[in-house]
């Protein structure tokens, strides 16, 4: 029984890790958490890469590196039977951005909060509301289980952002993300798949005064993990986007979005009630604004409550 406890919490523990490592790519969103308890996690990662801007804004040659931390706090619940959770996050970023500005070398730093995010999901089947020993003896007893959850992630106008910038920490406008999974667990592995649509808000106070409008991203992702020992995991992940063409004061742009990104993540036990994330993600765009990025991340996370 104790292994069994090791195992299923070190399951939910890797949950914080991927949120703080990738907000894109997020396997074990649809994991058998038992209800009743909390997790708090920690992480850091560094971004660089690439980034070919709107021809129309002069930018050309431009690079990014920079260095970001974020909170992540998760509460699981009893929503009418069902296995139910809320996550929030909090992101913090000092990034460093350069290259040529009319043909002339330029470059800006920002430093500050992003935009926070809250996400609510819900196990529909497949995944009881437990508790204690009663969590524990069902998962022991069902090793092969598919989990089917839906969930609604939002994204709040939080960051730092100014119109009279070009590069904003934050995006000054919400996004909703309706999403809805499966999870299939046979023995130590898992495979999960996630179709998603970030709905966009406006930004009525995009640069120098004029309107975004964005079209919805609709988004798809696909995950494979294996637990070798108790706490000791690695996953390898893939998604794809398309869609996003902005539309700036009534003018359509050629900026629809064609994303695909892939990262290996593996954590390691410090006890069984703490963990380590380890991940590496490369995220890429085939269109005229494109991007090319990479990241390295580290995540601790620790369950209390039960």
Aim: glycine share 10%.
């Amino acid at each position: 029984m104790k292994v069994v406890r090791q195992i299923l919490l070190f399951i939910a523990l890797a949950s914080i890790g991927d949120e703080l490592l990738c907000q894109e790519l997020e396997p074990r969103r649809w994991s058998h958490l038992p209800s009743g308890i909390n997790f708090i996690g920690l992480g850091t990662a560094y971004t660089f890469g690439d980034i070919n801007f709107d021809p129309v804004l002069l930018l050309e040659d431009s690079e990014v590196d920079s260095v970001s931390i974020a909170a992540v706090y998760i509460r699981t619940f009893d929503w009418f039977g069902k296995s139910a959770r809320l996550d929030l996050t909090l992101p913090y970023a000092n990034g460093h951005w350069n290259g040529l500005l009319n043909g002339e070398p330029a470059s800006v730093r920002r430093q500050g909060f992003g935009d926070a995010r809250l996400r609510l999901s819900v196990n529909l089947a497949g995944a009881p509301a437990l508790r204690g020993k009663e969590f524990a003896q069902y998962r022991a007893s069902n090793p092969v289980t598919t989990v089917v959850g839906a969930a609604v992630a939002i994204t709040l106008p939080t960051g730092e952002y100014s119109s009279d910038q070009l590069i904003n920490l934050g995006a000054n406008r919400w996004i909703v993300r309706p999403q809805l999974g499966v999870l299939h667990q046979r023995h130590k592995w898992q495979f999960e798949v996630t179709g998603s649509v970030f709905l966009f808000g406006d930004n009525n106070n995009f640069w120098q005064g004029t309107v975004r409008e964005q079209d919805p991203l609709w988004f798809i992702q696909g995950h494979i993990i294996h637990t070798f020992k108790p706490g000791l995991w690695a996953s390898f992940s893939g998604g794809y986007g398309y869609g996003s063409r902005s539309t700036i004061s009534g003018l359509q742009k050629a900026d629809d979005s064609r994303l695909r990104y892939w990262k290996v993540s593996l954590g390691v036990p410090i006890n069984p009630r703490q963990g380590l994330s380890f991940a590496f993600a490369v995220g890429r765009t085939n269109t005229r604004s494109d991007a090319d990025l990479n990241r390295f991340a580290l995540g601790w996370s620790m369950m209390f409550g039960q």
